[in-house]
């Protein structure tokens, strides 16, 4: 899709750090990282959320890329937190489905009120 930034990633149009890929799904790191570690997963397809009719086995796809991600990022034993931001409430920005992988320290307890 053009003008979508993720899109742009995934084609290698624009850089990014990669920590893992395959013929569906890019992993790369976050620009603005939350955490020690903070990595996105990504289909290379374009799909606009989770709730974007993404096929079955693509979504299977994404999510056991989460375990691979956190093995090679080491957070395998000290735990990781997994976010899908979606849509305006859920205060998505980049609007091409993408997954959170947060770890490396501990996390906030728990979210704070909404605004
Ligand atoms: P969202 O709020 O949509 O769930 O998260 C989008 C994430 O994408 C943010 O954490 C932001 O830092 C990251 N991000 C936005 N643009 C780029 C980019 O060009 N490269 C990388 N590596 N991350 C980006
Ligand atoms: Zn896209």
Redesign the pocket.
């Known amino acids: 899709m053009s003008d979508c930034?993720?899109c742009a990633?995934a084609n290698k149009e624009?850089p990014?750090?990669i920590v893992y890929e395959d013929d569906e799904v890019l992993a790369?790191?976050?620009?603005?990282p939350?955490l020690p570690v903070?990595t996105?997963i990504i289909p290379k397809a374009h799909y606009r959320n989770i709730g974007d009719d993404v096929p079955p086995a693509l979504l299977g796809t994404l999510f056991a890329t989460v375990k691979k991600v956190a093995e090679l990022k080491g957070v395998i034993e000290s735990g990781y937190r997994v976010?899908?931001?979606t849509g305006e409430d859920?205060?998505?920005?980049?609007?091409h489905l993408?997954i959170?992988v947060l770890g490396g320290a501990r996390m906030p307890i728990r979210m704070g009120p909404a605004d």
Not at 28 to 32: M, P, T, W
Not at 90 to 95: L, P
């Open positions: 930034v993720f990633i624009i990014s750090t790369f790191e976050d620009l603005n939350q903070h996105l976010i899908v931001n859920g205060r998505q920005t980049v609007h993408h959170h």
